[in-house]
């Protein structure tokens, strides 16, 4: 394999350049810190995000149409449903906490 900075050549399996130490082969050398954090931010969004949306819509509907002999107004059950929207979402990053081993 040749270097593409120093043109040198190396043996196929080398994760580095000989030469000046370049990387050769991105994926023996793993992510770096940067795509890492960038990709547990994404997660973090997307987890959160999930779950509010499924606490939101899963309190609202039960509220407005299965539980319906508390007689609550919209208002009430809008307010629950919002709560329970915050409350899955820091479900969802405690589920990604765990998933991750952070």
């Given at each position: 394999?040749?270097?593409?900075?120093?043109?040198?050549?190396?043996a196929a399996t080398d994760v580095r350049c000989l030469?000046?130490?370049?990387?050769?082969?991105?994926?023996?050398?793993?992510?770096?810190?940067?795509?890492?954090?960038?990709?547990?931010?994404?997660?973090?969004?997307?987890?959160?995000?999930?779950?509010?949306?499924?606490?939101?819509?899963l309190v609202a509907g039960l509220l407005k149409f299965?539980f319906t002999a508390h007689w609550l107004s919209d208002?009430?059950?809008?307010?629950?449903?919002?709560?329970?929207?915050?409350?899955?979402?820091?479900?969802?990053?405690?589920?990604?906490?765990?998933?991750?081993?952070?």
């Amino acid at each position: 394999m040749q270097c593409p900075t120093c043109s040198q050549f190396n043996a196929a399996t080398d994760v580095r350049c000989l030469n000046c130490r370049t990387t050769l082969i991105y994926e023996a050398e793993g992510h770096s810190k940067q795509f890492k954090k960038a990709a547990h931010t994404l997660d973090a969004r997307m987890y959160s995000g999930i779950g509010a949306l499924l606490g939101f819509f899963l309190v609202a509907g039960l509220l407005k149409f299965v539980f319906t002999a508390h007689w609550l107004s919209d208002r009430e059950i809008y307010l629950a449903a919002a709560l329970s929207g915050f409350v899955g979402s820091v479900i969802g990053l405690v589920f990604l906490r765990f998933k991750s081993n952070y």
